[in-house]
């Protein structure tokens, strides 16, 4: 008699839980938010890329009734631009590191309001949303880096300036590198999204 | 070796969109040329209206012609773009309804603000006025740039999709399957293959136009985020002339779709043209640094790269596109009318406005010619002789109300009086450039004036010209919109 086996995606999402639960350890945390750059562009990218896999995980006609009771794939991409606008201010990431309610915050907010609505959104969205999308976190990317290289002050309390300065820079040289990228996915053909607008489109690609 | 055929393309009407482009784009285009003649005026001595309206004019002019061209290609590019892949017509719209917004903002800023620091918002100017304009009125202006910016970032957005959609990568609709590979004369037709190259470089050049406006608005309101003036121009003329040159590579589509129609020759997209047109979406990202070669803290290989891409920009496309609509022409039997007129003479006006910037781009050239109205002689002959004339001949196309129909003489005379004139225009900018007339200067030393007189006779020629053209499109509009044959056949082609 054969042992049961669990769905492939029930393990997935178990090792997903599991990691989780990792970066939410003070081992990680401490090590992940001992500086800004691995602050802002490891642990929060993490958290925000667990929310997509958790989300692709949940069966495609689940995704589609969660998106059709929010309102459909316009107010998905509206919460996560908030969600993760707010992540990006200098303010928010010394509250995470002082205060345990805003660190929890950050914790479920990345996952469940940027990660999630994104995919959500993704498979509705034409080339012009997914590049409207893309252009604007890539432009606010570079700007806000820019801004963190030339601030005449320390923007974080709790990090140095040498450090905003490094966080500014990789956030730069982060947008060009994904700026190319993008561009070459359109050389290619993928993530053209569906035709119309609201079409379901494969969520499966990330351009 | 692929071999071509012309294949016959039913004439179809325009859009009420295109149609709503055009005409804003006549008006704006109409008021702005006046507003260069006031300008000359005031150089001539004629007026004297002063320092300050003359750079908010200036402001407005350099400003409001960029646009307006954009536009006005935009409108072009779009028309014949939708008969091969499947455009949104909302996208278009909302591009239109964009480029009013920023105008009126950037009308504000100049009239009301008082904003007059120059099209090119060079950093810090905006934010260093000594009083004479607000933050706000800088604010405006920067504004109401990033928000016609949008706009174009949405329409070359739904281009990518649709060139996507229909051909499978932008890779593809730049025909580098057949490039690269076998040419088996499936190639993407002309148009597409240009449109692509413009989406390609006016989405890098937006992106990078917006990012130093947002700063330069943070620079406003926050001073001490500080800007590196150098890196801040490099940016500016980055997306300027990216910007700029892209709107005749937009225009161009008119001569690939128009004259082939006129002699039943197909044009060409064999190896060469897709190479030119490869080779120029990566040069033309790269030649803006004419504009920088006098800033000696530039680093050195920098500048010797533009010089370098500067030269061979200036030929890949040009080339291909002048000998295609020469061979295209030869022995045809082509009757001319005034669309294939003002099709044919804005070849020779982009290859002649081409040079001026070809010799200005020798670095040792640059260091004396470069402030000198000489730079204004190269542009304006490559925009007003070369791509507002394919312009105005898409108008006379959409207008012409038969195939047989003839010109009046009126048309005639103005196309001559067109041509002319704006040979006088430029040459005098150029010759005044030869003599180290600088530009900018709203008053001129009295052995400059005769320069700028006879440049002021010739713009008032070019006005007479431009408005019969404008006043032809606007009572054929009821035409513009049908789908007929519309272009005269060649002699050797043509049943009547």
Redesign the interface.
Same mark, same amino acid.
């Given at each position: 008699m054969s042992s049961p086996t669990l769905p492939r995606d029930v393990k997935y999402g178990i090792g997903l839980g599991i990691l989780y639960l990792l970066l939410g350890t003070p081992m990680a945390r401490d090590w992940l938010e001992a500086t800004m750059s691995r602050h802002m562009l490891v642990q929060m990218p993490l958290l925000v890329i667990l929310g997509i896999i958790g989300c692709r995980l949940l069966p495609v006609r689940w995704q589609n009734d969660v998106l059709a009771r929010v309102g459909g794939s316009v107010p998905c991409v509206m919460v996560a631009l908030f969600a993760s606008s707010y992540w990006m201010l200098p303010r928010a990431l010394d509250a995470a590191l002082t205060e345990p309610l805003a660190e929890v915050g950050k914790f479920l907010s990345l996952p469940l309001l940027v990660g999630f609505p994104l995919v959500l959104a993704w498979r509705r969205l034409t080339l012009i949303g997914r590049g409207f999308v893309w252009t604007n976190f890539i432009s606010m990317l570079a700007v806000l880096g820019w801004l963190y290289i030339v601030a005449p002050v320390r923007v974080c309390n709790s990090y140095l300036v040498n450090d905003q300065e490094h966080a500014g820079w990789y956030m730069v040289i982060g947008s060009i590198l994904l700026f190319v990228w993008w561009l070459a996915t359109l050389f290619i053909g993928s993530g053209v999204g569906p035709n119309k607008p609201g079409g379901n489109g494969s969520g499966t690609t990330l351009a | 070796m692929a071999s071509y055929t012309y294949t016959p393309v039913p004439d179809t009407g325009a859009k009420a969109g295109v149609l709503a482009y055009l005409v804003v784009s006549a008006v704006v285009l109409l008021l702005m040329m006046v507003f260069g003649l006031l300008m000359r005026l005031e150089q001539s001595q004629f007026t004297s209206i002063g320092g300050l309206w003359f750079y908010k004019i200036m402001t407005l002019h350099g400003a409001g012609m960029v646009g307006i061209v954009a536009l006005a290609g935009a409108a072009v590019m779009w028309h014949f773009l939708r008969l091969y892949v499947?455009l949104?017509n909302g996208?278009f719209m909302a591009n239109l309804a964009l480029f009013l917004i920023g105008v009126v903002m950037i009308l504000a800023s100049v009239l009301l603000g008082d904003f007059h620091a120059g099209w090119t918002f060079l950093f810090p100017l905006p934010g260093t006025s000594m009083g004479l304009w607000s933050t706000g009125a800088a604010a405006l202006f920067m504004g109401g740039l990033l928000i016609i910016g949008v706009g174009f970032?949405?329409l070359h @957005?739904?281009i990518?999709?649709a060139i &996507?959609?229909r051909? =499978?990568? @932008? =890779?593809?609709g730049l025909g580098w399957p057949q490039l690269f590979g076998h040419d088996d004369g499936n190639a993407p037709p002309p148009t597409v293959v240009a449109s692509t190259m413009v989406t &390609?470089v006016n989405? &890098?050049g937006l992106?990078v136009g917006?990012?130093i406006l947002?700063?330069m608005l943070?620079n406003l309101y926050v001073p001490?985020?500080? &800007?590196d003036p150098l890196l801040a121009k490099g940016m500016i003329y980055f997306f300027g002339h990216v910007f700029i040159n892209a709107v005749i590579y937009m225009a161009v589509i008119a001569v690939y779709e128009i004259l082939p129609r006129y002699t039943q020759r197909p044009w060409k997209s064999n190896k060469v043209f897709l190479a030119s047109w490869t080779a120029s979406t990566i040069m033309v990202m790269f030649i803006f640094p004419h504009h920088l070669l006098m800033d000696y803290a530039y680093p050195k290989w920098f500048l010797i790269v533009g010089h370098i891409i500067g030269y061979l920009n200036t030929f890949p496309i040009l080339i291909v596109t002048g000998y295609g609509a020469m061979m295209i022409v030869y022995r045809s039997g082509i009757r001319w009318d005034m669309c294939s007129r003002l099709l044919f003479v804005s070849l020779f006006g982009w290859a002649v406005g081409a040079m001026p910037a070809f010799i200005d781009g020798t670095i040792t050239v640059n260091y004396v010619m470069h402030n000198t109205l000489w730079v204004p002689g190269h542009f304006h002959t490559y925009l007003l002789l070369g791509m507002v004339a394919m312009v105005f001949g898409f108008m006379y196309y959409l207008g012409k109300p038969n195939e047989n129909a003839k010109d009046s003489p009126i048309d005639v005379a103005a196309f001559w009086a067109f041509v002319i004139g704006t040979l006088g225009f430029t040459m005098s900018f150029l010759y005044s450039g030869k003599i180290s007339v600088p530009r900018r200067y709203a008053e001129h030393l009295p052995e400059w004036v005769p320069y700028d007189r006879l440049a002021s006779y010739f713009i008032v020629l070019i006005l007479a010209a431009v408005l019969v053209f404008i006043f032809r499109f606007l009572s054929r509009l009821g035409f513009a919109s049908r789908d007929y044959q519309r272009a005269s056949l060649a002699r050797s082609l043509a049943t009547t």
């Open positions: - | 499947d949104s996208i970032v949405l @957005l739904d990518a999709r &996507i959609t051909y =499978g990568g @932008l =890779g593809r &390609i989405l &890098i992106v917006a990012s947002v700063m943070v001490s985020f500080e &800007i």
